[in-house]
Nanobody, 116 residues
Framework: QVQLVESGGALVQPGGSLRLHCAASGSIFNVLNMGWYRQGPGKQRELVATISKDFTTNYSEFAEGRFTISRDNTKNTMYLRMNNLRPEDTAVYYC??????????WGQGTQVTVSS
């Protein structure tokens, strides 16, 4: 089993930056494919970015050039650096792990609010 805990969400002004953390318990983090998702108010959950177990990254169009996903397997932690934040980035951000058995693992989410 893997437990994922997000942190780093906050209220930030437009144009600001944040770094989100996703800490994983257990000993299998390095074999998981990981991703960040978000769910804005009244919206469906959507993919933000993914990073595979071999560090291959992919980004949704809105994240490309502004967000950076990374992972540190020595710390069992994944990160999402977000720059030039916009009001439409306001959402609960979730981390997800997959690739170990049939189920996906999800964290509880961290709130990001972009507002002046």
């Amino acid at each position: 089993q893997v437990q994922l805990v997000e942190s780093g969400g906050a209220l930030v002004q437009p144009g600001g930056s944040l770094r989100l953390h996703c800490a994983a318990s257990g000993s299998i983090f390095n074999v998981l494919n990981m991703g960040w998702y978000r769910q804005g108010p009244g919206k469906q959950r959507e993919l933000v970015a993914t990073i595979s177990k071999d560090f291959t990254t992919n980004y949704s169009e809105f994240a490309e050039g502004r967000f950076t996903i990374s992972r540190d397997n020595t710390k069992n932690t994944m990160y999402l650096r977000m720059n030039n934040l916009r009001p439409e980035d306001t959402a609960v951000y979730y981390c997800q792990g997959s690739g170990w058995g049939p189920r996906n693992f999800w964290g509880q989410g961290t709130q990001v609010t972009v507002s002046s």
